[in-house]
């Protein structure tokens, strides 16, 4: 199993889970806050602003914390002001963990971030040490359960501005440029094809495999640092077989 892909499947259930406690909230908020204050107001002018609407309309965010969010990323209310980090390191058995981070406090937030790290047998590391491994594309999942024909699925997506499709055991992956995610996943949603991922991530160039007890140490050192209240983004360059994945 792909790293990135069944970890951007197993955030998707968990987000959903968050949602009905309101905790992702939080941290959409603080997305749409800072986009909105590095790219303005306008989402047409501003992907970033734009992506994090998209994903707040996708957890029933209500419009008005959408747009509060939005004034006080562009200064019109009051707000708290975020400073954005990245943290890498190395998880067990040597896999690289990308953690993107908003935060109003940077020293509470790397004391959170670098315990979890020893904590699940990692390492936190310098800027620079594992980002190279990584590079950033929209990244769009679809179950294959779903789709009806993989050559017109190839077909739509290609079209749309797609660059590759990749078929990972139950789903296809769907990989753009950044700046055409939008509009491949527009294409699918006009043909009917249900995307249970869209998102612009940090795609993994190689992947490590991950075996026996430290697939279940790897996957709490994510689960960990995804439930930090500072961190938005985790990502990491792990392939996990199926059959070794916790139930």
């Known amino acids: 199993m792909a790293g990135h892909s069944k970890w951007a499947q197993i955030k998707h259930k968990k987000a959903k889970e968050d949602a009905k406690r309101g905790k992702i909230f939080t941290k959409l ?17 501003n992907p970033r602003l734009r992506q994090a609407i998209a994903e707040a309309k996708a957890a029933n965010m209500p419009a008005e914390n959408i747009k509060r969010a939005i004034m006080r990323g562009t200064g019109e209310l009051p707000g708290t002001s975020y400073t954005e980090v990245v943290y890498e ?99 699918l949603r006009t043909n009917g094809v249900e995307v249970t991922v869209a998102e612009v ?16 140490q790897l996957l709490s050192l994510l689960e960990g640092l995804e439930e930090l209240d500072d961190v938005q983004k985790v990502w990491a360059n792990f392939d996990i077989d199926e059959a070794d994945l916790p139930s």
């Not at 190279?132 to 789709?147: A, H, L, Q, R």
């Open 89 to 187: 390191g190395y998880g067990p058995g040597g896999v690289a963990v990308l953690v993107q981070a908003l935060t109003d406090n940077r020293n509470r937030t790397t004391a959170e971030v670098r315990h979890l790290f020893s904590k699940h047998a990692g390492n936190l590391g310098e800027n620079g040490c594992v980002s190279w491994m990584f590079e950033k594309k929209g990244y769009i999942v679809i179950p294959k359960d779903k789709v009806e024909s993989e050559d017109k699925l190839m077909e739509i997506v290609l079209e749309a501005g797609a660059e590759d499709m990749r078929d990972d055991a139950s789903n296809y992956e769907i990989i753009t440029p950044p700046e055409s995610l939008d509009q491949v996943a527009e294409a």
């Open 201 to 216: 991530a940090m795609l993994p160039k190689n992947t490590v495999k991950v075996t026996g007890s430290k697939v279940r």
């Open 29 to 45: 908020i603080r997305e749409i806050t800072v986009a909105a204050r590095l790219g303005g107001g306008n989402p047409d002018a």
